[in-house]
């Protein structure tokens, strides 16, 4: 018995593929047999698993439970939910040493794949190719597992309250907060916990529905946030709060129906923290804004630049001791008074307790931020051979310069314009970049440099590629 996954499955930070074409229950087993193996080898036994809203989830659980136990680990099955429901699970349950979630997160309906958690500690990279290994050796532990089935929602609700803890519920007696869960999994946990809030809430899109029928659930995008933006307005509302489709990424407006960025984000979380926690390290990814890292430090916090990409975060999260890292993208993790994971349901409350403890609306706060024009992230197809490569060459020729480079994550160059970043992406064939200044005409001169730099590497910024 062995297996061979399609090349394009096995990615940096979880495994992801089309349903029918790249990824099948075939797939989901050897998953299960090679995790258990690693797991049981590592002194290991007990499995949580959960799985979000989309069609063909319920399949490949099935299945990732049979190769979990044909190697002898024994399951714990949590349900459909939110990614990080399935996180609490293997962070809070006793025994339980690892989990998985079955998830296509915010890609499109008909993808699906597969986030873990191994001893308490993100599972990607080497360990992603150690399964690929060992199924196509066939070299799987054999052994008879047992199944069991908990609830777990209402547990895990009760968890993100306790993030209000210490604030006084008449200081949010008058809050009113629009959500739009997307039809993603994160809907049903988010009626349970907007209806234990203080305040009025109001939500759309509540019930899971794998379609995804009223919009895409990214809301780092955002002609996706315009029914909360409606919302919002109709009701005269403080602020709004978007999932993604497994609920481990935030989107936020404030009253006024401005987006608020994930490193805009950061700055009004960084600020309540640091008034607790003096000096604290906060970790924001390398496409975040120059002034989150100045308000940081104004604040009195250690900034540190870090790779993009969840896991490569939460490993530095664990190493540094830092309480609060987040990224550009909407994943923001809270180690101060929880688990050091992804959740964007407890950073929403969290955004709630921020307002309260600094006596601010979230549209203030949002208001006072620096103004600065900047890019969206722009991502751009180029061949897998080529895009690591292209960066190293880039590297070099910036290095024969008085350039001021930092190369955390790809080439991040600050001018006297502002800044400008180009990256490969750790998970699909194309080239990330981001510019950021205080007028447009820093900006055009920053995605002119960037271009040139293509250009000389025979690249140019051309049709954004598909997530």
């Not at 809050?175 to 209806?195: I, Q, S, T, Y």
């Not at 919302?231 to 497994?246: C, E, R, T, Y």
């Not at 896991?311 to 993208?329: D, F, N, V, Y």
């Amino acid at each position: 018995m062995s297996h061979r996954f399609d090349p394009t499955v096995l990615r940096e930070y979880d495994i992801r593929g089309i349903i029918g074409e790249t990824l099948g229950p075939d797939d989901a087993r050897a998953i299960g047999r090679g995790f258990a193996t690693l797991l049981r080898q590592a002194g290991g036994k007990k499995v949580a698993v959960g799985y979000d809203g989309r069609v063909s989830s319920p399949m490949l659980e099935h299945a990732l439970c049979e190769g979990l136990t044909a190697s002898g680990c024994d399951v714990v099955r949590v349900g459909m939910g939110p990614t990080p429901m399935l996180y609490y699970a293997e962070a809070s349950m006793e025994q339980v040493d690892g989990g998985i979630q079955i998830t296509g997160s915010h890609n499109p309906a008909n993808y699906n794949g597969f986030k873990m958690v191994f001893q308490h500690r993100p599972f990607f990279g080497e360990d992603i190719q150690a399964i690929g290994r060992l199924a196509a050796d066939g070299e799987w532990l054999d052994g008879t597992g047992t199944v069991e089935t908990r609830e777990i929602i209402e547990d895990y609700v009760d968890r993100l309250l306790v993030g209000l803890d210490g604030v006084a519920h008449d200081r949010l007696a008058g809050l009113r907060v629009g959500w739009d869960a997307g039809n993603g999994a994160a809907g049903p946990a988010l009626e349970l916990l907007a209806a234990r809030l203080p305040g009025k809430h109001f939500t759309l899109f509540t019930e899971v529905d794998g379609n995804f029928p009223n919009h895409h659930p990214d809301p780092t995008v955002p002609e996706n946030l315009e029914d909360l933006r409606r919302l919002v307005a109709a009701k005269n509302l403080d602020f709004g709060i978007a999932f993604d489709g497994d609920g481990d990424r935030i989107g936020a407006i404030d009253g006024e129906g401005r987006i608020i960025w994930g490193d805009q984000l950061m700055m009004i979380y960084a600020e309540e923290l640091l008034g607790r926690l003096p000096g604290a390290t906060i970790i924001a990814d390398v496409k975040a804004s120059r002034a989150l890292f100045e308000r940081i430090a104004e604040l009195g916090g250690k900034p540190l630049m870090w790779k993009t990409g969840h896991s490569l975060i939460k490993s530095k999260m664990k190493e540094t001791l830092a309480p609060l890292a987040g990224e550009m993208s909407g994943h923001i993790f809270f180690a101060d008074g929880y688990y050091g994971y992804d959740d964007a349901l407890y950073a929403a409350v969290r955004l709630i307790v921020a307002s309260a403890r600094l006596g601010r609306s979230v549209t203030e706060l949002r208001g006072a931020m620096p103004q600065m024009v900047n890019t969206p992230e722009l991502r751009f197809q180029v061949d897998e051979s080529r895009k690591f490569a292209a960066i190293d060459e880039i590297k070099q020729r910036l290095a024969a310069t008085d350039a001021q480079v930092d190369e955390t994550d790809g080439v991040r160059v600050t001018t006297s314009d502002g800044w400008w970043l180009l990256r490969a992406s750790n998970t699909q064939d194309v080239l990330v970049a981001r510019a950021e200044s205080a007028s447009q005409q820093g900006l055009d001169r920053l995605l002119k440099q960037i271009d040139e730099q293509l250009s000389a590497s025979g690249l140019e910024r051309g049709a954004l590629a598909g997530h």
